[in-house]
């Protein structure tokens, strides 16, 4: 093994710290859409890592070719090195270690077609993840974690979030009243979501400039929370299970929303 892949396969180990990636402002990427999406989107590179042995897409290849000739640094590591800090049951032979990190709250633009998320306490970078490809798929505008929440630049979180978390704007809030007070001041009206009161989702008019606010995957909302959202969005429950998924009942009030702008289903 190379000095040079010591050094690279040591680095990417040190941003298993949510501590480190933080602090640094980094984070690893690994595969060929999470890459190429960081790379479209003008995130800042510190190194490509490709195993040559391993990467078999031309349009890759081509983009790792792009990045060089711009004077990025590509770091090209055996099959062996690569597997030994990859995070993919299969790696392809693509990583990235880009400087990323979510923006303060003041920084999250927002304006009457803001369609947000706010998070609460969410725990499973996977969910996060999931919640921001979905946000992509229905051209949401931002997603806001507040509190305890899982952390955006999670190994899971950003394998889950197929490269989108890159395009859709992700900051944080130290609380949700910090947030309210954002969402106020910005004239967003913010709908609570939970199993267990307020109407019905398909009986309320989902209106821009708009932030849905989801809980965490075992409690839900805060009662807290709830009592200060503008309205409570009710999703109903019929058979054992006491609620939904969290990213998954994102998705279905974010479709209901699309749905009623749209006033007929897309294709």
């Known amino acids: 093994m190379t000095q040079g892949a010591r050094q690279w396969e040591a680095r990417v180990r040190h941003l298993a710290s949510r501590r480190v990636r933080e602090e640094e402002g980094v984070c690893y990427v690994e595969g060929i859409r999470p890459v190429l999406d960081a790379l479209e989107s003008g995130v800042p590179l510190e190194v490509l890592l490709i195993s040559p042995e391993m990467l078999r897409s031309e349009v890759a290849l081509q983009k790792v070719r792009e990045q060089a000739a711009l004077g990025t640094l590509v770091m090209e590591l055996s099959r062996a090195s690569f597997e030994r800090f990859s995070d993919r049951d299969n790696p392809v032979?693509?990583?990235?270690?880009?400087?990323?990190?979510?923006?303060?709250?003041?920084?999250?633009?927002?304006?009457?077609?803001?369609?947000?998320?706010?998070?609460?306490?969410?725990?499973?970078?996977?969910?996060?993840?999931?919640?921001?490809?979905?946000?992509?798929?229905?051209?949401?505008?931002?997603?806001?974690?507040?509190?305890?929440?899982?952390?955006?630049?999670?190994?899971?979180?950003?394998?889950?979030?197929?490269?989108?978390?890159?395009?859709?704007?992700?900051?944080?809030?130290?609380?949700?009243?910090?947030?309210?007070?954002?969402?106020?001041?910005?004239?967003?009206?913010?709908?609570?979501?939970?199993?267990?009161?307020?109407?019905?989702?398909?009986?309320?008019?989902?209106?821009?400039?708009?932030?849905?606010?989801?809980?965490n995957e075992g409690e839900g909302l805060s009662q807290e929370t709830i009592g200060m959202a503008d309205a409570v969005a009710r999703i109903p429950m019929w058979g054992t299970a006491s609620s939904l998924n969290v990213s998954v009942a994102a998705g279905v009030l974010l479709y209901e929303v699309r749905r009623q702008e749209t006033g007929r289903p897309q294709h």
């Open 93 to 215: 032979g693509l990583a990235a270690i880009v400087r990323w990190t979510p923006l303060d709250l003041a920084s999250l633009p927002a304006g009457p077609d803001t369609l947000m998320v706010m998070a609460e306490d969410m725990r499973d970078p996977g969910n996060l993840g999931t919640l921001l490809r979905t946000m992509d798929a229905i051209g949401g505008t931002g997603v806001v974690v507040v509190g305890s929440s899982t952390d955006p630049t999670h190994p899971r979180c950003l394998k889950a979030s197929m490269g989108t978390i890159f395009r859709i704007p992700v900051a944080r809030a130290a609380s949700v009243e910090a947030f309210l007070h954002w969402a106020k001041e910005r004239k967003l009206r913010t709908v609570a979501t939970t199993a267990r009161r307020g109407s019905s989702f398909w009986s309320l008019e989902y209106r821009r400039p708009l932030a849905l606010l989801l809980g």
